[in-house]
Protein backbone atom coordinates (compact mmCIF):
# COMPACT_ATOMS: atom_id res chain seq x y z
CA UNK A 1 0.00 0.00 0.00
CA UNK A 2 2.70 2.46 0.90
CA UNK A 3 4.79 1.37 -2.16
CA UNK A 4 1.52 1.97 -4.06
CA UNK A 5 1.48 5.61 -2.73
CA UNK A 6 4.82 6.58 -3.13
CA UNK A 7 4.20 5.86 -7.09
CA UNK A 8 0.87 8.00 -7.18
CA UNK A 9 2.47 10.87 -4.99
CA UNK A 10 5.66 11.06 -7.58
CA UNK A 11 3.41 11.12 -10.24
CA UNK A 12 0.70 13.62 -8.75
CA UNK A 13 3.76 16.38 -8.19
CA UNK A 14 5.25 15.61 -11.40
CA UNK A 15 1.68 16.57 -12.86
CA UNK A 16 1.49 19.65 -10.50
CA UNK A 17 4.63 20.96 -12.09
CA UNK A 18 6.54 20.02 -9.05
CA UNK A 19 10.74 19.62 -10.58
CA UNK A 20 11.31 16.28 -10.76
CA UNK A 21 14.02 15.89 -7.88
CA UNK A 22 11.86 17.60 -5.68
CA UNK A 23 9.22 14.89 -6.84
CA UNK A 24 11.62 12.59 -5.93
CA UNK A 25 12.95 13.35 -3.26
CA UNK A 26 9.41 14.36 -1.49
CA UNK A 27 8.01 11.32 -2.25
CA UNK A 28 10.85 9.18 -1.21
CA UNK A 29 10.58 11.36 2.62
CA UNK A 30 7.24 10.56 2.62
CA UNK A 31 7.40 6.74 2.40
CA UNK A 32 9.66 6.20 4.73
CA UNK A 33 7.71 8.41 7.43
CA UNK A 34 4.81 6.40 6.72
CA UNK A 35 6.84 3.14 6.88
CA UNK A 36 8.21 3.90 10.23
CA UNK A 37 5.15 5.76 11.71
CA UNK A 38 6.31 4.47 15.35
CA UNK A 39 9.16 6.33 15.46
CA UNK A 40 8.74 9.07 11.99
CA UNK A 41 11.52 11.00 13.20
CA UNK A 42 13.84 8.44 13.89
CA UNK A 43 13.37 6.90 10.37
CA UNK A 44 13.86 10.71 8.48
CA UNK A 45 16.77 10.50 9.88
CA UNK A 46 17.57 7.76 6.38
CA UNK A 47 16.56 11.21 4.12
CA UNK A 48 19.64 12.82 4.95
CA UNK A 49 21.94 9.65 5.01
CA UNK A 50 20.76 8.87 1.59
CA UNK A 51 21.06 12.02 -0.03
CA UNK A 52 24.49 12.30 0.85
CA UNK A 53 24.78 8.45 0.06
CA UNK A 54 23.09 9.42 -3.30
CA UNK A 55 26.49 12.03 -3.84
CA UNK A 56 28.99 10.08 -2.38
CA UNK A 57 30.62 8.29 -5.05
CA UNK A 58 33.51 9.03 -6.45
CA UNK A 59 32.63 8.32 -10.00
CA UNK A 60 30.55 11.23 -10.36
CA UNK A 61 33.01 13.23 -9.76
CA UNK A 62 33.14 13.34 -13.17
CA UNK A 63 30.03 14.56 -14.18
CA UNK A 64 30.74 18.78 -13.41
CA UNK A 65 33.63 18.56 -15.06
CA UNK A 66 32.55 17.12 -18.53
CA UNK A 67 29.79 19.89 -18.34
CA UNK A 68 32.70 22.35 -17.49
CA UNK A 69 34.19 21.13 -20.40
CA UNK A 70 31.05 21.64 -22.57
CA UNK A 71 31.16 25.35 -21.47
CA UNK A 72 34.86 26.14 -22.17
CA UNK A 73 34.96 24.57 -25.80
CA UNK A 74 32.02 26.30 -26.29
CA UNK A 75 33.31 29.67 -25.39
CA UNK A 76 36.53 29.15 -27.06
CA UNK A 77 35.17 29.25 -30.39
CA UNK A 78 36.43 25.11 -30.91
CA UNK A 79 32.59 24.71 -32.07
CA UNK A 80 33.12 27.22 -35.13
CA UNK A 81 36.09 25.91 -36.13
CA UNK A 82 34.81 22.36 -36.31
CA UNK A 83 31.44 23.73 -37.82
CA UNK A 84 33.80 25.40 -40.72
CA UNK A 85 36.00 22.55 -41.10
CA UNK A 86 32.87 20.38 -41.34
CA UNK A 87 31.56 22.62 -44.25
CA UNK A 88 34.44 22.79 -46.17
CA UNK A 89 34.74 18.59 -46.09
CA UNK A 90 30.56 18.43 -47.36
CA UNK A 91 30.29 21.22 -48.89
CA UNK A 92 27.28 23.77 -49.55
CA UNK A 93 24.38 22.94 -50.93
CA UNK A 94 20.31 22.10 -49.74
CA UNK A 95 20.73 20.14 -46.54
CA UNK A 96 24.26 19.89 -45.76
CA UNK A 97 24.07 22.55 -43.24
CA UNK A 98 21.48 20.02 -41.25
CA UNK A 99 24.24 17.16 -42.11
CA UNK A 100 27.12 19.46 -40.44
CA UNK A 101 25.40 20.06 -37.05
CA UNK A 102 24.30 16.23 -36.31
CA UNK A 103 28.49 15.68 -37.64
CA UNK A 104 29.72 18.23 -35.13
CA UNK A 105 27.14 17.48 -32.17
CA UNK A 106 28.62 13.66 -32.94
CA UNK A 107 31.83 15.29 -32.33
CA UNK A 108 31.28 17.28 -29.52
CA UNK A 109 29.90 14.10 -27.91
CA UNK A 110 33.52 12.88 -27.79
CA UNK A 111 34.33 15.72 -25.35
CA UNK A 112 31.97 16.77 -23.30
CA UNK A 113 29.10 14.25 -21.74
CA UNK A 114 26.01 16.16 -21.44
CA UNK A 115 23.20 16.77 -23.90
CA UNK A 116 22.04 20.13 -22.94
CA UNK A 117 25.83 20.94 -23.21
CA UNK A 118 26.39 20.11 -26.42
CA UNK A 119 22.89 21.62 -27.92
CA UNK A 120 24.51 25.39 -26.18
CA UNK A 121 27.34 24.99 -28.13
CA UNK A 122 26.23 23.67 -31.52
CA UNK A 123 23.48 25.44 -31.80
CA UNK A 124 24.93 28.98 -30.74
CA UNK A 125 26.83 28.47 -33.99
CA UNK A 126 24.60 26.34 -36.22
CA UNK A 127 21.21 27.92 -35.94
CA UNK A 128 22.14 31.19 -36.43
CA UNK A 129 23.62 30.00 -39.48
CA UNK A 130 21.26 27.74 -40.79
CA UNK A 131 18.41 30.99 -40.58
CA UNK A 132 21.07 32.87 -42.88
CA UNK A 133 21.06 29.80 -45.44
CA UNK A 134 16.82 30.02 -45.45
CA UNK A 135 15.87 27.24 -42.87
CA UNK A 136 12.89 27.67 -41.06
CA UNK A 137 14.20 28.37 -36.79
CA UNK A 138 12.10 25.87 -35.72
CA UNK A 139 13.41 23.16 -38.22
CA UNK A 140 17.14 24.21 -37.28
CA UNK A 141 15.81 23.81 -33.13
CA UNK A 142 14.80 20.37 -34.31
CA UNK A 143 18.41 19.42 -35.53
CA UNK A 144 20.30 20.32 -32.78
CA UNK A 145 18.04 19.32 -30.08
CA UNK A 146 18.28 15.71 -31.66
CA UNK A 147 22.03 15.71 -32.66
CA UNK A 148 22.93 16.70 -29.48
CA UNK A 149 21.33 13.62 -28.21
CA UNK A 150 23.99 11.11 -28.85
CA UNK A 151 26.21 13.23 -26.93
CA UNK A 152 25.10 10.85 -23.87
CA UNK A 153 25.56 7.45 -26.34
CA UNK A 154 29.01 8.80 -27.79
CA UNK A 155 31.90 8.49 -24.33
CA UNK A 156 32.18 10.30 -22.33
CA UNK A 157 28.86 10.50 -21.44
CA UNK A 158 27.40 11.32 -18.00
CA UNK A 159 24.23 8.65 -18.11
CA UNK A 160 27.02 6.00 -18.38
CA UNK A 161 28.90 7.40 -15.53
CA UNK A 162 25.61 7.68 -13.24
CA UNK A 163 24.38 4.15 -14.76
CA UNK A 164 27.49 2.31 -14.15
CA UNK A 165 26.97 3.72 -9.89
CA UNK A 166 23.51 2.31 -9.64
CA UNK A 167 23.97 -0.71 -11.49
CA UNK A 168 26.31 -3.23 -10.57
CA UNK A 169 28.53 -5.47 -13.37
CA UNK A 170 28.74 -2.26 -15.90
CA UNK A 171 32.04 -0.18 -15.88
CA UNK A 172 32.44 3.19 -16.58
CA UNK A 173 35.22 1.83 -19.80
CA UNK A 174 32.65 -1.16 -20.90
CA UNK A 175 29.64 1.25 -21.37
CA UNK A 176 31.83 3.88 -23.33
CA UNK A 177 32.92 1.74 -25.43
CA UNK A 178 29.86 0.01 -25.52
CA UNK A 179 28.06 3.61 -26.52
CA UNK A 180 30.52 4.11 -29.19
CA UNK A 181 28.35 1.97 -32.41
CA UNK A 182 24.85 2.94 -31.15
CA UNK A 183 26.29 6.27 -30.97
CA UNK A 184 27.41 6.49 -34.16
CA UNK A 185 24.66 5.16 -35.97
CA UNK A 186 22.18 7.01 -34.28
CA UNK A 187 23.86 10.19 -35.69
CA UNK A 188 24.03 8.38 -39.01
CA UNK A 189 20.31 7.88 -38.81
CA UNK A 190 19.53 11.14 -37.86
CA UNK A 191 21.12 12.73 -40.82
CA UNK A 192 18.76 10.50 -43.14
CA UNK A 193 15.29 12.36 -42.27
CA UNK A 194 17.44 15.93 -41.48
CA UNK A 195 18.72 16.01 -45.39
CA UNK A 196 15.63 14.41 -46.73
CA UNK A 197 13.30 17.15 -45.01
CA UNK A 198 15.39 19.76 -45.33
CA UNK A 199 15.34 19.16 -49.25
CA UNK A 200 11.46 18.11 -49.72
CA UNK A 201 10.59 21.27 -48.27
CA UNK A 202 12.98 23.21 -50.29
CA UNK A 203 14.69 24.59 -47.18
CA UNK A 204 18.03 25.82 -47.78
CA UNK A 205 18.02 27.88 -50.26
CA UNK A 206 20.48 30.74 -49.97
CA UNK A 207 22.79 27.75 -48.84
CA UNK A 208 24.02 27.01 -52.25
CA UNK A 209 24.90 31.07 -52.92
CA UNK A 210 27.23 30.87 -49.37
CA UNK A 211 30.63 31.00 -49.77
CA UNK A 212 32.86 27.41 -48.64
CA UNK A 213 35.34 27.69 -46.48
CA UNK A 214 39.37 26.61 -47.53
CA UNK A 215 39.66 23.25 -46.21
CA UNK A 216 43.67 23.56 -45.24
CA UNK A 217 42.70 26.66 -43.49
CA UNK A 218 39.38 25.18 -41.96
CA UNK A 219 41.67 21.94 -41.04
CA UNK A 220 44.69 23.65 -39.31
CA UNK A 221 42.10 26.31 -37.28
CA UNK A 222 40.14 22.73 -36.05
CA UNK A 223 42.93 20.59 -35.50
CA UNK A 224 43.12 21.49 -31.71
CA UNK A 225 39.50 20.56 -31.56
CA UNK A 226 40.37 17.49 -33.12
CA UNK A 227 42.80 16.16 -31.23
CA UNK A 228 40.76 16.59 -27.84
CA UNK A 229 38.63 13.20 -28.17
CA UNK A 230 41.80 11.47 -29.25
CA UNK A 231 43.48 12.74 -25.78
CA UNK A 232 40.55 11.83 -23.45
CA UNK A 233 39.62 8.64 -24.97
CA UNK A 234 43.07 7.66 -26.23
CA UNK A 235 44.26 8.66 -22.64
CA UNK A 236 41.91 6.49 -20.88
CA UNK A 237 42.68 3.63 -23.56
CA UNK A 238 45.95 3.78 -22.86
CA UNK A 239 45.54 3.86 -18.69
CA UNK A 240 46.89 7.20 -18.31
CA UNK A 241 43.62 7.98 -16.57
CA UNK A 242 40.56 6.98 -15.30
CA UNK A 243 37.38 8.39 -16.32
CA UNK A 244 36.90 10.46 -13.23
CA UNK A 245 40.54 12.31 -13.87
CA UNK A 246 40.20 12.10 -18.56
CA UNK A 247 37.51 15.26 -17.50
CA UNK A 248 39.50 16.80 -15.46
CA UNK A 249 42.46 16.59 -18.26
CA UNK A 250 39.82 17.69 -20.58
CA UNK A 251 39.04 20.79 -18.61
CA UNK A 252 42.44 21.81 -18.47
CA UNK A 253 43.15 20.92 -22.47
CA UNK A 254 40.15 23.08 -23.01
CA UNK A 255 41.51 25.98 -21.21
CA UNK A 256 44.74 25.83 -22.41
CA UNK A 257 43.01 26.39 -26.26
CA UNK A 258 41.08 28.61 -25.02
CA UNK A 259 43.35 30.74 -23.35
CA UNK A 260 46.61 29.87 -24.44
CA UNK A 261 45.71 28.55 -28.30
CA UNK A 262 42.81 30.56 -30.02
CA UNK A 263 42.72 33.41 -26.85
CA UNK A 264 39.01 33.69 -26.84
CA UNK A 265 39.45 33.05 -23.32
CA UNK A 266 40.01 35.85 -20.46
CA UNK A 267 40.57 35.54 -16.74
CA UNK A 268 37.57 37.72 -16.68
CA UNK A 269 35.39 34.98 -18.97
CA UNK A 270 35.96 32.32 -16.80
CA UNK A 271 33.63 33.42 -14.35
CA UNK A 272 30.32 33.00 -16.31
CA UNK A 273 31.84 29.99 -17.96
CA UNK A 274 32.10 28.28 -14.03
CA UNK A 275 28.77 29.50 -12.81
CA UNK A 276 26.65 28.63 -15.81
CA UNK A 277 28.14 24.80 -15.89
CA UNK A 278 28.24 24.87 -11.77
CA UNK A 279 24.20 25.84 -11.99
CA UNK A 280 23.96 23.00 -14.52
CA UNK A 281 25.88 20.18 -12.60
CA UNK A 282 23.89 21.18 -9.31
CA UNK A 283 20.54 20.16 -11.14
CA UNK A 284 22.23 16.86 -12.24
CA UNK A 285 23.43 15.83 -9.04
CA UNK A 286 20.38 17.38 -7.33
CA UNK A 287 18.33 15.21 -9.07
CA UNK A 288 20.78 12.32 -8.68
CA UNK A 289 20.73 12.47 -4.85
CA UNK A 290 17.14 12.76 -4.31
CA UNK A 291 17.07 9.72 -6.61
CA UNK A 292 19.02 8.37 -4.17
CA UNK A 293 15.98 8.76 -1.30
CA UNK A 294 13.64 7.50 -3.33
CA UNK A 295 15.71 4.06 -3.83
CA UNK A 296 16.05 3.98 -0.49
CA UNK A 297 12.23 4.14 0.66
CA UNK A 298 12.05 1.50 -2.54
CA UNK A 299 14.05 -0.86 -0.89
CA UNK A 300 12.78 -0.48 2.42
CA UNK A 301 9.43 -1.21 1.35
CA UNK A 302 10.88 -4.49 0.06
CA UNK A 303 10.36 -3.88 -3.39
CA UNK A 304 13.14 -3.01 -5.95
CA UNK A 305 16.12 -1.21 -6.57
CA UNK A 306 16.60 2.20 -8.43
CA UNK A 307 18.23 3.67 -11.16
CA UNK A 308 16.83 6.94 -11.04
CA UNK A 309 13.25 6.84 -11.82
CA UNK A 310 12.66 3.94 -14.27
CA UNK A 311 14.93 1.50 -13.40
CA UNK A 312 13.31 -0.37 -10.09
CA UNK A 313 10.90 -1.63 -12.87
CA UNK A 314 12.83 -2.47 -15.74
CA UNK A 315 16.59 -4.06 -13.56
CA UNK A 316 14.57 -7.24 -11.68
CA UNK A 317 13.50 -8.35 -15.57
CA UNK A 318 17.34 -7.69 -16.62
CA UNK A 319 18.44 -9.99 -13.60
CA UNK A 320 15.89 -12.35 -14.32
CA UNK A 321 16.35 -12.88 -17.82
CA UNK A 322 20.36 -12.22 -17.06
CA UNK A 323 20.85 -10.14 -19.82
CA UNK A 324 24.61 -8.37 -20.10
CA UNK A 325 24.14 -5.14 -17.87
CA UNK A 326 26.44 -3.52 -20.72
CA UNK A 327 24.11 -4.05 -23.04
CA UNK A 328 21.16 -2.87 -20.81
CA UNK A 329 22.49 0.40 -19.95
CA UNK A 330 23.08 1.06 -23.72
CA UNK A 331 19.30 0.40 -24.52
CA UNK A 332 18.23 2.47 -21.69
CA UNK A 333 20.48 5.25 -22.55
CA UNK A 334 18.96 5.45 -25.93
CA UNK A 335 15.67 5.52 -24.33
CA UNK A 336 17.00 8.62 -22.61
CA UNK A 337 19.12 10.25 -25.41
CA UNK A 338 15.17 9.59 -27.25
CA UNK A 339 13.40 11.20 -24.30
CA UNK A 340 15.71 14.35 -24.60
CA UNK A 341 14.08 15.70 -28.09
CA UNK A 342 10.78 14.18 -27.48
CA UNK A 343 8.35 16.82 -26.61
CA UNK A 344 7.23 18.46 -23.78
CA UNK A 345 9.88 17.75 -21.57
CA UNK A 346 12.68 17.63 -24.20
CA UNK A 347 15.56 19.35 -22.06
CA UNK A 348 17.71 19.24 -25.73
CA UNK A 349 14.54 21.44 -27.38
CA UNK A 350 14.45 23.60 -24.28
CA UNK A 351 17.73 24.51 -25.14
CA UNK A 352 17.48 25.01 -28.64
CA UNK A 353 14.41 26.77 -29.04
CA UNK A 354 15.47 29.21 -26.75
CA UNK A 355 18.52 29.71 -28.85
CA UNK A 356 16.37 29.58 -31.71
CA UNK A 357 13.45 31.89 -30.24
CA UNK A 358 10.43 29.34 -31.12
CA UNK A 359 8.35 27.98 -29.07
CA UNK A 360 8.62 23.84 -28.84
CA UNK A 361 5.39 23.26 -30.48
CA UNK A 362 6.56 24.57 -33.34
CA UNK A 363 9.36 21.72 -33.64
CA UNK A 364 6.86 18.33 -33.44
CA UNK A 365 6.44 18.27 -37.14
CA UNK A 366 9.93 17.91 -37.73
CA UNK A 367 11.33 16.06 -34.50
CA UNK A 368 9.11 13.31 -35.42
CA UNK A 369 10.80 11.83 -38.27
CA UNK A 370 13.94 12.00 -36.21
CA UNK A 371 12.79 10.11 -33.33
CA UNK A 372 11.73 7.33 -35.97
CA UNK A 373 15.16 7.20 -37.17
CA UNK A 374 16.82 6.83 -33.57
CA UNK A 375 13.86 4.62 -32.21
CA UNK A 376 14.93 2.53 -35.62
CA UNK A 377 18.53 2.37 -33.99
CA UNK A 378 17.38 0.90 -30.51
CA UNK A 379 15.35 -2.03 -32.17
CA UNK A 380 18.33 -3.03 -33.86
CA UNK A 381 20.66 -2.49 -30.75
CA UNK A 382 17.80 -4.81 -29.28
CA UNK A 383 17.74 -7.10 -31.92
CA UNK A 384 21.32 -7.11 -32.30
CA UNK A 385 23.00 -6.94 -29.00
CA UNK A 386 26.83 -7.37 -30.38
CA UNK A 387 26.07 -3.67 -32.16
CA UNK A 388 26.81 -2.88 -28.51
CA UNK A 389 28.74 -5.82 -27.08
CA UNK A 390 31.71 -6.27 -29.62
CA UNK A 391 33.25 -3.40 -28.97
CA UNK A 392 33.70 -3.87 -25.34
CA UNK A 393 34.98 -7.70 -25.94
CA UNK A 394 37.33 -6.38 -28.44
CA UNK A 395 39.03 -3.62 -26.61
CA UNK A 396 38.61 -6.71 -23.06
CA UNK A 397 36.30 -5.09 -20.96
Known amino acids: MIATLLFVAFLAMMLMGVPIGAALGLAG ?192 EALWGLAAPVLILGGMRAGWFTPTEAAVVAVFYGLFVGMVVHRTISVRDLFPILRESGELSAVILLVVSLAGIFAYSLSTLGVISIFLIFVPLLLPIMQHYQWDPVWFGVILTLKVALGQFTPPLAVNLMVSCRIAGVRMESTVRWVGWMLLAMFLVMVAVIAFPQLALWLPAKMGY
Open 29 to 220: AAAIALANADSQWFGLLAVPQNFYAGLGKYPLLAIPMFVLVGSIFDRSGVALRLVNFAVAMVGRGPGMLPLVAIAVAMFLGGISGSGPANAAAVGGVMIAAMSRAGYPPSFSASVVGAAAATDILIPPSVAFIIYSVLVPGASVPALFAAGMIPGILAGFALIVPAVWMARRHKMGHLEATMPRPPFWKSLR
